[in-house]
């Protein structure tokens, strides 16, 4: 969020890799400083983010950084997270998957169109 904060994530900051921002910043910025909860419990603000992650919306830098990161965040499990930020993913995706059952299928077509990821994603779900 990953997703999760990646799904519904709504800062000021302006991130992007180009920025002198390393890896760990990045992420430290898009999932450690977020109050989840009341996020994706803002249809407004998550549908404005979604927007943008289905590519059928205006961006803003932070949701096009965060955007940018699903597919590694996917395809490591969010491998290159802390302890800290795996349990927000797992958070963020407990509510968003069964609040939002089509949206998730959709990201899943755009970020996991070969079906590669969910079963991992999922494994990571059921285990933590």
Wanted: charged residues 25%.
């Amino acid at each position: 969020m990953f997703l999760a904060a990646a799904l519904a994530i709504l800062l000021s900051a302006t991130l992007s890799p180009t920025n002198g921002d390393d890896q760990e910043d990045i992420y430290k910025k898009i999932f450690d400083d977020v109050d989840i909860d009341s996020i994706l419990n803002n249809d407004r603000i998550l549908d404005t983010y979604l927007r943008c992650f289905f590519n059928s919306g205006p961006c803003s830098n932070l949701a096009d950084t965060i955007r940018g990161k699903i597919p590694e965040v996917f395809s490591t499990v969010c491998g290159l997270c802390t302890d800290k930020q795996k349990g927000l993913f797992k958070h963020s995706l407990d509510i968003f998957i069964p609040k939002r059952p089509d949206d998730w299928k959709h990201i899943l077509e755009i970020y996991d169109p070969d079906g590669s990821y969910w079963p991992k994603i999922k494994e990571f779900l059921e285990t933590h």
